[in-house]
């Protein structure tokens, strides 16, 4: 307990899944925590769950392709908490069907940049504006071994890999200065967005390909086993980490 006392914290994507499970575990370790995500009464549900364990939390509802949203998140952050320590780009979609190359459609791939990539390159943007007056933060990037591997369908895959630049040149970027950004890269997680996917949909190819690539007898995440990793990274027990992608996946793709 303890480990991120007087910080503060934006979990984009903090609904559910992974970015709710954040939420809560940053907030029993005395972070105080923004959530957002597009649905105000879901935010609030899991604000309200913080708040009976007595953690501190704020709820945005915010879409992080839309920079005004974004910037709107940021500085409320910062006129409520006065500063900001952390941000977990958590917030993601799914394309439907898992298109391979040769398939994806122009909807697939704006659907999917305009929050997997370019929502994370909104809110890095707006975030690193407030750490940079403190020389402090940690950024976080949910990815996917999808981007790490290739293990999905083009435009998803695509998306991802690009935050991994992303996290990279980040990295860089305040490389010497108290600023980090690592990326996580699970394999399958066990949340609503995945578990509600289609199995019709999927193209049979792209899983043949895939699973040639993927021990499917591995276990696959749950969401506190990425919450876990992403506190690790957000905690000064990690300051000396920076410019990193970790794979979490039990070895399933090794």
Known sequence: MGRLDGKVAIITGGNSGVGAATAELFAKEGAKVVISARRLPQLEEVAEKIRSNGGEVL????????VADVENLVAQTVATFGKLDILVNNAGVLEEGLKPIECFTEEDLEKVFS???KGCMYCT??????????NSGSI???DSVAGAFGTGGASYVTSKAAVIGLTKHTALRFTGT???????????IVTPMTMNTNPASLDPNMMGQMNKHMN??????????VANILLFLASDESRA???QV????FGATL
Not at 180 to 188: A, D, E, F, L, M
Request: proline residues 8%.
């Open 59 to 66: 709820a945005v509802p915010t879409d992080v392709s839309k």
């Open 115 to 117: 929050i997997n990539t």
């Open 125 to 134: 943007r707006a975030a690193v504006k407030e750490m940079m007056k403190n």
């Open 140 to 142: 976080i990037n949910l």
């Open 178 to 188: 108290g600023i980090r950004c690592n990326s996580v890269n699970p394999s399958t």
């Open 216 to 225: 499917l007898k591995v276990q696959p995440c749950m969401p506190i086993d």
């Open 241 to 243: 980490i920076t410019g």
């Open 246 to 249: 970790i794979v979490s996946d």
